[in-house]
Every structure is written in C-alpha cells, then in structure tokens.
C-alpha cells in the first residue's frame, strides 16, 4: 500500500481550507486509525501474543512494586480519591477514574524497571496499561477488546517513535511518543473504535506534545515520576475528547510534532508494516523487559560489571580503580555524585559501585548513597564515541577494573540482558514478576495475579484480573 503527500512542506502556513478541523485526514493518520480498529488478537503469531502478556504482566509488577515506595504513599495519602470502579495497584483500593490512572502511572518510574523499546527510546507497555486498564474497567469493557487496545496502542505509537528518529536531547522520552499511541488506544475503547475518533486522537494528542525536562532524573527530582502520570491524565482526556466528537487538526502529526519533536523525522516510517488489512508486521516483539533496577542507558554498563563479578570474582575489596565507558546519551544522564535512589538509579557510578559492593544490583543496594561514596570514588566515567554506533537498539557500556594485584579485566556489552537480541528468559520474567508483586500482595496472592492475566485471552472480562488486584 502507497500513501501520498506524508511530508508536508516543513514552513508550509495553515490557514483557510487547510486549517479546517473537517478537512480530509492525513493518509499516515488514517492508515494508522484503521489498522488499530483491525486488530485482532486471534492474527497475532503465538509469541507475540505470548509476549504481549509479558509485557502486560511486567507492567502490572513494576506498578505494583513501584507502590510501596514512601514517595507513592505520600502521593497517595495527599489525593483524595472517591470511591470509583478502578483499581489503584499495590494498595489494592477502588478509586474514580482519573485518580487511578494518575497513582499507577506514577509508579511506573520509581523502579526504573519499566518496559522498554529497542527501536525507538520509550516506554510503551506499563504506559498503555495505566490508562487502559483503568478505562476498561470503567467501562466494563472485555478482555479480548482491552487486549487489542493494548496491542493496537503499542504499534501506533511503535510507529511514531521510530519514524522521529529519536527525541532531541533537552527532552526526557516518557510520556512522549508513546501518548500519541495511548490516546489512541484510549479513544478506540471509549468509541467502540471509531476511526473517525481514533484519528483525531493521534492528531490531538500530536498537536496536545507534552514536552519533560530530561535532567529531572540526574537530580534526583521526585517530581520525574509525574511524567508518565501526567502523560497518562493527557491521554484519557484525550481520549474522552475524541469520543465526544471534539475535532483536531489533520496533519499534525507529521507538520508538528514530528518535525519539533523528533532529531531526525521520517514521516514514511509512520506506515512501515500498515497495509489496508492492518498491520502487516507487528513491532511489539522489539518491546522488552528491563532485568535491572536503573536507566535502561546504563543497562550494557551493568551486565558487564555483573559478569566480572560471576566470571572474574571482583568484589570491592579487590578494586583499584574502575573505568566505565559509556555511549553519548548515557554519559548526558550521568549523576556524579547522586543523593538519593532516584539519582542513583541514572548513575553508572553509583550502580557499578553498589554492584561491586554488595555482589549484585538491586533496589535495595541503592538505598544509601554514603554507603558507596568510597567506591564511587575510585570510579571513573566517561564517553566513548565508538560506542555511539550501536544505539538505539544497543545499549552498549565497557567496564575495566585495575585491581590492587596488579592485573587489569574488562567486559564490554552491546545488548544488554532482557532486549531483543539477547532476551529475557522464562525464568527471568517470572522472577521479576514475582519478586515485584510480593512486595505489596504476598506470594500466594502473587501467584492468583500472574494467572489470571495469562488467562485473559480465554475470559470474558477483566473481572477475576480486577479481583485478584483488589485487597479493600
């Protein structure tokens, strides 16, 4: 399939008939709309149904172990929710709305466990659940039809993450490309997918850009876990909007937002694997799961620490001194000397230190940044500009540490553990899952949510799912 005219001219001006809301909607928009209307569960190949539960069952644990933090409970004892028909994960409470899907979307960063997307920097899975979730149980919306949202909504906004070529370095990439996909995907549930109103979501939500600061992380700033919560609050208005006949712009999209929020707009990619039957390849696939507790930036970094500790034996108390190479955006994000889990959880110091000192990297060994100041000195980090080449699809990192002995080892990953090129395993996707979920469910009641999302496809509706997640 061809569609014409998909790069508007950059300095083109609206105006009369071009700026009319009823005027014919941009052929990559449509294209867009009609193939998440076709989408069906049943066509998707086995793995990838099979994985886009994964990606459903990561999220719901990143959220779920996200909740206990202190900084969530106080975020929830300061919003006043009414009683409502969504569920609040972790606490496990029922709650309007909009107050659900802000208190699990703001959860989704507290880890930094969240899924993420090989092709295109983002988060697309745990974001699409916070909002959907919430709205199909509203609406007592299906399963099959909240499965398909999930899985049309990835591949729109999949699709728009790719064709921007990036985001440009002053911004932050979550709750950015991915709301255009879970406007959509929330206007399609609230229409019963109209494409009239799923496209003047995507639009909507194009000319509607959310725009975060990226140096909120580094600092330490709490306020960063608002992103994906607000992002989530714009794509349910959205959403509601497009449903209730509100109209948008045709062209946004690739006249606004592509050309201002992406370093290198492709508007062709935004119909690569559309054809009129829908999706002709699906891009969910290229979605993983994040096996360590830190930007996925510094996730090579942190495999190749954590083979020297299994294949070399290095603990700290062997370390001289360790060089940490890194690729351009990683070394952006670096936190020098981070003051808290969150800063933490963005510095390659601060996680090889802690890997180094304890063994391992996990939550817990980012907890006290004082513990690690010793080592975190003798840590150096810098840019490598060879390894630039690798991203997006690689999160490549090189870490060398000269010991007191004398003798010099180094590992370098490119692909780090849980992406595409070097997946996840069974067993490690359960883990995460379980270890998340029992923090605040326990394992018994773990173990009742994991199986009823594996038994969605087979339900009627997100009843048992809702069940299982509720404790009050």
Known sequence: MTFDDLSPEPHRPVHGAAASARSTPAPATAALARALTSTSWDLMPPSLRTHALDLITDSVAVIGGGAVNPAMVSLRGAITSSDGPSTVIGPGYAAATRDAVLLNAATITVLQRQDGYSAAIGHPASQLFAALFAIAEQRAIGSRDFLEAFVGGY?????????????????HDIGNWVTIGVSAAAASLLSGRDVTCITAAIEGAASLALAFDRYTTAAGATMHHLYPAMAAIEALTIGEAAAAGLSSLPGSLERYYGRHFGRRFDPTALVDGVDTMGWSRYMIGEGYIKLHPSCAHLHGVNDAVAMLIAEERVREKDVEHVDVAVFD?????????????????????????SALRYGHLDDAGLLDSDALASLMRRIEVRHDPSLDRHKPAGRPGRVTVTLKDGRTVSRTVIHPRGTPQVPATRSERSEKARTLLARPYGEARTKEIIAAIQELPSSDSLHDLTATLRIT
């Open 155 to 171: 591949e729109v906004a999949a699709r728009v993450g790719v064709s921007l070529g990036g985001v440009p370095p002053h911004l």
């Open 329 to 353: 955006d990683a070394m952006r994000i670096e936190s020098s000397d981070p003051h808290n889990e969150l800063a933490a959880r963005f510095s390659a110091r601060a996680t090889v230190a």
